[in-house]
């Protein structure tokens, strides 16, 4: 195992001054790790004999790309409900908005879950270098009743941009209120300034 030879190489070079165990307590420290699933799968059916609007999955997509100042945080729970953050609630890993997706946006976004392959094993992508250092980083937590995957991504990921446009879809309709106040297109009423 990698991870056993690394913990006897740092101890040799340590010369043995450590006890092995305290050097396995440290590892996560040395060589970081991922941060554990925040996420809750739900059961697929209910006691009540409902079955829940997504299979029992919960899934949390959260884009960072820091050299733009691009922050994106949804979060489907096992009820339906999205949450949605966007700057700087998103880079401090908080939403803002709760809503729940229709029945059209709710397929949309399992159906790109399905697709993306997230529930069997990360997405391949490419290197979004800026000044050599990767630049766009992704999580994602697929958890499901059977168990639960956490990937830690960074660069394009192909395969996850539908998902991204279906959550991000789905999410517009936190805007409804002030797209509600916007003057109709169309010709408007002129107004004298005096």
Not at 30 to 54: H, N
Not at 170 to 177: D, I, N, T, Y
């Amino acid at each position: 195992m990698q991870t056993a030879s690394l913990r006897q190489r740092l101890a040799r070079s340590i010369g043995r001054t450590l006890p092995l165990a305290a050097i396995t307590l440290a590892m996560p420290l040395a060589i970081g790790c991922a941060t554990p699933a925040s996420m809750k799968a739900g059961k697929a059916e209910g006691a009540d004999g409902r079955v829940s609007p997504t299979r029992g999955v919960a899934v949390l997509f959260e884009e960072r790309i820091p050299s733009r100042s691009i922050f994106r945080r949804y979060e489907l729970h096992p009820d339906g409900s999205l949450k949605v953050g966007g700057g700087a609630a998103a880079r401090d890993r908080r939403t803002e908005w709760t809503g729940t997706p229709n029945d059209d946006e709710l397929t949309a976004i399992l159906d790109a879950i399905d697709a993306s392959g997230i529930a069997v094993g990360p997405p391949a992508c490419t290197p979004a270098l800026v000044e050599g250092e990767e630049s766009i980083f992704v999580r994602i937590e697929y958890a499901a009743p059977s168990g639960t995957l956490v990937h830690e991504l960074g660069g394009r990921c192909p395969a996850l941009e539908p998902l991204r446009e279906a959550f991000e879809k789905a999410s517009l309709v936190r805007f409804e209120r002030q797209l509600d106040r916007l003057p109709e297109a169309g010709a408007q009423p002129s107004r004298i300034i005096r």
